[in-house]
């Protein structure tokens, strides 16, 4: 059995549904803080236990029977969140998983700009510790294009703080990727880069949305310091925009430009490049 948390989210929702179309339902189960918010997967024949990255008891029920587990990253800033990764994985060694997945990103380390990436690395560091198998996904950024973005579609402006190559990914891809790696008999050891086959600047999502819209989008670098005090102006709280100052700082230091074939290798087709993620927004 493989056992997903995280499954009432976005990215490892994604996953359990590319996962149904690849195993039998009896061998896929859910572990979810609200039980009642996968109704859709018991429906399906999946098995949906009760889970919470605070309660152990709990996390090793819901991982019982399960030779993987793939662990979603934690959005709970509010906590101790590699604490809850430690539980995790503890949890999952004590319930006798033989492999676990955790779902990291592209360019962890301790010493970084962008805080999450330290909490990546401690809880790759502790699943390096558990003595069985692990597996980091390392996904490229993904999200919110407007988040990235800002209101070009209203500006015809890309105004954000200088930035460096990274990779956009789909989260759809992600998850299909995801899903691919859980179901095959290829080993995937230790961390691996799930990329964009080339970088992006915000240069190029200018380039590709004034293809798009037919109307000229132009990059416009904006100073730290302006950008942070315009967006805490515009009502944006001000530890949220230093956060994403704080990825774009890290994309200048070259943390992100890296890039890997290893997710078109698991797609068996290229990924969805900005050109095709701006194209599924409603742009004009
Ligand atoms: N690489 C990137 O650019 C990037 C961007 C955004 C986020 N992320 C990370 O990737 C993760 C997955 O992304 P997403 O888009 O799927 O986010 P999402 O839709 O917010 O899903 C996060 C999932 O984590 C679960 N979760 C949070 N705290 C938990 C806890 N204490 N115990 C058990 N489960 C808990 C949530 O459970 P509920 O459904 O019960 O709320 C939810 O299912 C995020 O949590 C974040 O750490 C990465």
């Keep these: 059995m493989i056992v ?6 976005t990215l490892n929702g994604a996953t359990v549904d590319h996962l149904l179309k690849r195993l039998p339902p009896h061998q896929i189960g859910v572990s979810v803080r609200d039980p009642a ?34 662990l979603v990253s934690s959005n709970d800033l509010s906590s101790d969140v590699v604490a809850q990764h430690h539980r995790a994985i503890d949890a999952a ?43 980091a996904l390392r996904n490229g950024f993904y999200g919110d294009p407007a988040q990235l973005l800002g209101a ?9 703080p200088a930035d460096g190559p990274f990779s956009w990914v789909d989260r759809r891809d992600a998850a299909e990727a995801a899903a691919a790696i859980l179901t095959t ?13 080339e970088p992006v600047t915000l240069a190029d ?18 100073d730290d310091e302006t950008w942070v005090s315009d967006a805490t102006t515009s009502g944006v709280p001000e530890a949220v925009a230093r956060f994403t100052l704080s990825m774009f700082q890290a994309t200048r230091s070259g943390h992100f430009s ?11 087709r290229n990924p969805r490049s900005i050109s095709d993620q701006l194209k599924g927004l409603d742009v004009r």
Excluded: N
């Design 4 to 9: 997903v948390t995280g499954a009432t989210g």
């Design 37 to 70: 918010r996968a109704a859709h997967l018991a429906d399906r024949g999946v098995r949906v236990r009760q889970g919470s990255y605070d309660d152990p008891a709990a996390l090793r029920h819901s991982f019982a029977d399960a030779e993987q587990v793939l």
């Design 93 to 135: 060694v004590d319930a006798g998983a033989q492999r676990i997945l955790y779902t990291s990103a592209q360019g962890t380390a301790f010493d970084t700009p962008y805080p999450p990436l330290a909490i990546h690395a401690a809880t790759e560091q502790h699943l390096a510790a558990s003595g069985i198998a692990w597996t």
């Design 152 to 160: 070009w579609q209203e500006t015809g402006v890309i105004a954000m």
């Design 185 to 197: 008999d290829d080993p995937f050891d230790g961390p691996i880069d799930l990329t964009l086959p």
């Design 205 to 222: 999502f200018a380039t590709a949305a004034s293809e798009i819209t037919g109307r000229q989008i132009d990059r416009i670098v904006v």
């Design 258 to 268: 890296g890039s890997d074939p290893t997710l078109a290798r698991l797609l068996e």
